[in-house]
Each structure stands twice: as structure tokens, then as C-alpha cells.
């Protein structure tokens, strides 16, 4: 009894306390730690056909809900013999891969290396010899139908394999695929992310890093001539080798000639004698080596777009004769491109106007509440003082639209692919807001009073008594009107952000400041036009009243904010971001009761240690992933639309249907806005009936490179994306900002 008083004694004790509180967090973060789940790649049952082996492999043991699975169709041709490349070249047959897959599973298109040039008896072909992996994603669903699982919990991935073998002699071969994989919970079976197996790696790294260009254009005449903008190019060590992934455009027997022109990469090949009709669009493969190392392939593959005539320039791609176009031929759905490239100076007029609609986005309504006691505040001040707080917002804004603007180059260049609010297809991220705005609404209901910097955040919530020569405030809502903006894309920014991203990174991050310009021009209007300023109302003891009332949108944004962390992660980990913010508002209670006393040194420690605690939770609630298979995910598919694929819209345009895409995320509020005012609406759906319109709909709420590559068709970055189809027409691209009568009029 004794040794347990002492031992009490000495865990009371400041000096034990702290030390018990770090041991403590080591434990919390020791709890918040799961184990790895060793894998190794799961090779389905090889079929050997003449002169070849094939099977499907898994990159993963096991299949986890709402994630992507990465298999590889796995080709081993008996030594001599090859294979063929997506453009087999003047013979021969491309491998195809028909899936069979469960209920809701998708899979994306086949990945196809670098080819070789296969030169046989005056033909020239394209194709692989020795063992090749073309590796495909498979995308599952977080709702699995019972159906789908074997009674050893086990999923089937299942697929028909076609190819063509030659040597001497070409022997055609199929074969029935299977690999059977276990479903796996990533929270009871305690999986984390794995490492990329070796197999996998070596085979992606023979895959062309596709890249998005908005300066890269070809056109036919005597012969094909493909010109592309060197800064939209990584640095060569020499001229590369061309490979053209379209069939039957160019003469495969006379090899390209590649020259520089001024800033540009210009590629000539002779016209394939049979060819009528050009594609829209024209795959180019550019592939280099090493000087040291032969076999070390760098390669990378980009889109030109048809025009009539190329004309070389100093800077960019010209089209002096506007095509007049009918449908395209080709294996993608014709995009309407007839309007002429725009130049800089429109790009930067675009981005400002973009900027300014956007401040009457519903996204950013939470912060337009910081706005308004802000600006009305800002009356008090003498223009001087008004025109620094005008200038610090500014500033915010622009250097935020900087900062998001060179991360998503940097991560584009990289080869990543993503577009406008790419960091809210981040759990993480997403946790990050949630407590930012739930502290700031708290702030705003008088709880608490923080410190200078964070509590006039809207220049002055709460502390009448700073000076008005602190424009910290100012700055810090001009950072958070751009982080609560990047949900929503205003119309004309889609133009600008398609032309920035295809720029180089100066003009790229020239037009994304013009963006965010246009959203703090209100605030710089005010701040420089005394008569704006004068026209304010005067301010008074209402604003208490008002700035409490505020901080109710600021909550409803903190409950959406929840409900799109819960389309990503789960119904779990929402659970723990409410504990969290439990315990932020204890944290922030404790240490406001302690704000004005010298000898609080332990409750504050107590207080930023709970905070720990619930950032820590955030982190760990961030990393949960969806495992809720038995709901049913409605934001996928709605029951009036089907889920977007490229096999099943280009298999609509085949069949002479008509088709509306729309691309769309759980975080673009005005995507949402839109589906319900208009996409949703019994008129609108009346006359897709009535015109047995094909309802397309991509969900781009996480990322989807398959979503990615088709708003890069149209130069986007960003949703919302609406696209029309008509029968045996261009496509059209229908405005940012929907109403039942533009929808009804695109359509007839």
C-alpha cells in the first residue's frame, strides 16, 4: 500500500507528469502505427498456346473495396517470336483484352511499353519480343454484391485474351484468364499501403510517362507534320525516335525526320498511301536512350490535335485556316475544336474574370461571412490603412494561388495525374479543413479568443481593441478564401487553367495569379476607391451580433466537409474526426481558462497535448480506407446514369447513340449545384428520355487517371465537365454553370 501511495506520488509530481505525457503520445502513436501485410504477386493460372505463354498477374495478394488493383497481362513468346504494339505497323494484329468482370468493377486500358521496330521482308511492324507485361487498373468498388465473393471470400478477375504470333509464320491464339484473388478489410486485417513489388516496377518503368500539352498540333497534306512546343517537352539528350500509336496515318518503311524550329519540335512522315480520313487526335511516342546506357529507355507520349495547316512560329502553334469538320474515323470520339488557340493576353483576361465569378461561388460563401465584417471594419480605418489591408489580402490570395498553382505543376511534371482541387481528393486534407473551420467557427461564437494572428483572420473577428495597422488578418483570409475556393471551378477558368498547365511554368504561374487577382479584386476596389469605402455601412455593436450568427454557415461547411471525408474514407473514420473535434474544443476550453494566468504552465501543456492527441486521430482517421462493402455507393452511379468508362462511351458513339458526360466530385459543390437545379431535374430528364440519351457520369472524387486523361482531352484540369455527343457530330462542351434551358438546348 505504501510503494502504490509513492508511486502516486511521484506520477503527480510536474517533473513525472510531463514525462508520463510524453509516454504517453509514444503509445498513441505506437496505437495509431498498423503493420505492413506482406504480399508478393499472385500469377493466375498461365495458358500455353502455340508458341507462347499467357495469364494474368496480380501486382497484390488480395483486393481491398474502393481501391485500384493493379494486374498485368503477362505474354511469353518462345525466343524468335513477337508480339504486337497498339499500332502493329503494315501487318499483324494488336493484343486485345475483353474482361469479364463482377458487377461495378472497372477496368482501364492496357499499358503498352516502348515498342521495338520490327522490320520483315519490306514490312515494317511494332511489337515486343521476349517476355512483356502490359499492365492494366482495375478499379473495385466499395460496394462488392454478395455475389461476387466465393464462399472462401475470394473475387474471380476474369478476361479473354487475343493476340498475334509471328516468326516466319503468324499463328493467331486466345485463351480464358483468370487470377482468383481474397478480399481483404484494410482496418481488420491491419494493411497499410505496401511497396510496389520489383516485377511491377521494372514493368511500368517501360511505360511512356504520358504528358499534356496544349501547344502540340499535326496536320495532313503531302505528307503528316506534327509540331509540339519544346517547353512543354522534358530536355533530350538527342533527337528522339518517333512512334505514331494510330494505325494506317503515316508510311511506317520511311522513318520520320525530326528537327528543331525556333522553340518547337517539328516531325515529318510520308502519308500512308490508303489514308481518307484523319483522326482528331494523333498519339505520338517520343523515345530516347541514354549515351551510356542503351538499354535504360526514356520515353514519353503526348496528343497532337488536327488542324489544317501548321504554320512555324517564335512561340506557339498557329492555325491559319479553321477547319470545318464532320465526324472523325478514328478509335476516339471527335472533339469540336474549331476555335483558334488563344493567346496570353486572353488567357490572363479569362483568368481574372474567372477569379472575380468566383467570389459569387457557393463554395466560398463560408468565407464571403469573413468578408463582410471585414469589409465593413475596414471603414473605420483612413485610407492609408485601408489600402494596406487591401494589398495584404491581395497578397494572400495571390501567393496561395502561387503556392497551389507550382505544387500541381511540379506534381504534373512528375507525371502525376491531376487537375484544379486535386489536394480535396486528399483525406488528409480534408481532416485539415474540418478543424481549421470548426476552430474558426468557435472563434467566431465568442468560445474562444485566440491570439492576434489566427483570431483576425477577416481582419478584426473578436478583439476590437488590435491596432488597425495589424493586416495579418487580412492576409490570412485572403490564404483561406483561395483554400475554401479550390472546390469550384467558375466559368472561363477551364479555358485559362487548360492553356496555364500547357504553357510554360512562368506563364502557367503568370495566369493562375491573374486568377487569383480576380478573386480579391472586390476587397481592392474597396481599399482604393474612397467612395466604395465611404458607401460601407457604419460599423457598430451589430456586428457582434452578426459575426456570431456567421458561424453557422462556417459549421454547415465543417458537416459537408464530414460527408465528402466519409465518401472517402468511410462511416469509421468519420466517427474519429468527431471524437477529434471533441477533443479541439476541449483543448481550446482548457486553454482559455488558463489565458490570463502566469502559472498555467501544466493545464497548457495538458491542453496542447489533447490537441496532439486529436491531430494525431486526424491523421489515423485520414488513413482509414473505406471498407463499408455493404452499402451502396450512390455518388458512383446515380440510378438514371450509368458509370463513365471509355469502352462503354466510345461503345454508345459506335452504336449511333447519343451521349451527355458528366464529370463531377463529391467536394465541387458547384457540380453538385448543378445536378440538382438542373441535371436532376424531371424536365431535364424528360428530354434525355425522350432523345434516348446516354447518361454518362464520372466520379472524380479521389483520383482517376482514366477521368484525368478525359478532361485532358478537352483541355481541362478541373470538374465540372459537361460533354454532349450528338449522332455523327463533334462534341460539344456545355457551360460551367447549368440551367434546365442550356442542357435542353444543347440537346436538340
Known sequence: ????????????????????????????????????????????????????????????????????????????PDEGWHTYWRNPGDTGLPTRVIWQLPEQFRAGNLEWPVPERIDYQGAVNFGYHGETWLPVSISVPASISSGAINS?????????????????????????????????????????????????????????????????AYAVGEQVDIAVALNELPAFERLPQVFIGSAGIVDNFDKPTIKIINDQLHISAKKDYYLEEAPELLSVLLVTAA?????????????????????????????????????????????????????????????????????????????????????????NHNSTERRRHGIAYTA??????????????????????????????????IAFLVYLLFVLGLSLSGFIELGSSLQNLGAGLGNKERSSSDWRGSFFTGVLATVVATPCTAPFMGTAMGFALGQSAVVALLIFAAMGLGLALPFLLIA????????????GNWMVRLKEFLAFPIYLTVIWLLWVFS??????????????????????????????????????????????????????????????????????????????????????????????????ADWCITCKVNERIALGTNKVKNAFAAQSITYLKGDWTNSDPVITEYLATFS????????????????????????????????R
Open 152 to 216: 472462401q471470400g475470394e473475387i474471380a478477375l476474369s478476361a479473354t485474351a487475343k493476340w498475334l504470333i509471328c516468326k516466319d509464320v503468324c499463328i493467331p491464339g486466345k485463351a480464358e484468364l483468370t487470377v482468383v484473388l481474397p478480399l481483404r478489410d484494410r482496418k481488420l486485417d491491419n494493411i497499410q499501403e505496401t511497396t510496389s513489388h520489383p516485377l511491377f516496377e521494372e514493368a511500368r518503368s517501360k511505360i511512356p510517362r504520358l504528358i499534356y500539352t496544349n501547344n502540340a
Open 716 to 747: 481541362r484540369n478541373g470538374v465540372p465537365l459537361y460533354v454532349y455527343y450528338a449522332p455523327g457530330k463533334t462534341a460539344v462542351v456545355l457551360p460551367q454553370i447549368l440551367t434546365p434551358s442550356i442542357v435542353i438546348d444543347a440537346i
Open 1 to 76: 500500500m505504501l510503494q502504490a501511495l509513492l508511486t502516486v506520488k511521484v506520477l503527480l509530481s510536474p517533473q513525472r507528469s510531463l514525462i508520463a505525457a510524453f509516454v504517453i503520445f509514444c503509445m498513441m502513436l505506437s496505437i495509431a502505427s498498423k503493420p505492413v501485410l506482406a504480399s508478393s504477386p499472385v500469377f493466375g493460372e498461365q495458358k500455353a498456346a502455340a508458341h507462347i505463354k499467357v495469364g494474368l498477374v496480380s501486382e497484390q495478394g488480395y483486393l481491398v473495396a474502393g481501391e485500384t488493383a493493379q494486374l498485368a497481362l503477362r505474354l511469353l
Open 291 to 379: 549515351a551510356e546506357e542503351q538499354d535504360q529507355v526514356k520515353a514519353i507520349e503526348f496528343t497532337a490535335r488536327k488542324k489544317a495547316v501548321l504554320a512555324v512560329t517564335n512561340s506557339s502553334l498557329i492555325e491559319d485556316v479553321k477547319e470545318t469538320t464532320a465526324a472523325s474515323s478514328s478509335d476516339s470520339p471527335s472533339v469540336d475544336t474549331s476555335a483558334a488557340p488563344i493567346s496570353i493576353l486572353y488567357a490572363l483576361l479569362l483568368a481574372v474574370a474567372g477569379g472575380l465569378v468566383l467570389n459569387a461561388m457557393p463554395c466560398v460563401f463560408p468565407v464571403l461571412s469573413l468578408k463582410i465584417v471585414s469589409l465593413v471594419e475596414s471603414g
Open 396 to 429: 494572400g490570395v495571390i501567393l496561395s494561388f502561387l503556392l497551389i498553382a507550382g505544387l500541381l505543376i511540379a506534381l504534373r511534371f512528375a507525371g502525376e495525374q491531376i487537375g484544379w482541387g486535386f489536394q480535396l481528393q486528399s483525406p488528409w486534407f
Open 567 to 664: 465518401r472517402q474514407t468511410g462511416g469509421d473514420a468519420v466517427a474519429l474526426m468527431l471524437v477529434g473535434l471533441v477533443l479541439v474544443a476541449l483543448a481550446l476550453w482548457i486553454w482559455r481558462q488558463t489565458q490570463f494566468r502566469d502559472d498555467a504552465f501544466m493545464s497548457r501543456a495538458v491542453a496542447a497535448f489533447i490537441l496532439v492527441a486529436a491531430i494525431i486521430l486526424a491523421l489515423y482517421a485520414a488513413s482509414v480506407e473505406r471498407n463499408d462493402i455493404v452499402l451502396t455507393d450512390t455518388a458512383t452511379v446515380e440510378s438514371d446514369a450509368q458509370e463513365y468508362t471509355p469502352e462503354r462511351l466510345q461503345q454508345a458513339l459506335d452504336n449511333g447513340e447519343a451521349v451527355f458526360v458528366n464529370m463531377t
Open 528 to 539: 482604393f476607391i474612397p467612395f466604395l469605402a465611404n458607401a460601407l455601412p457604419k460599423p
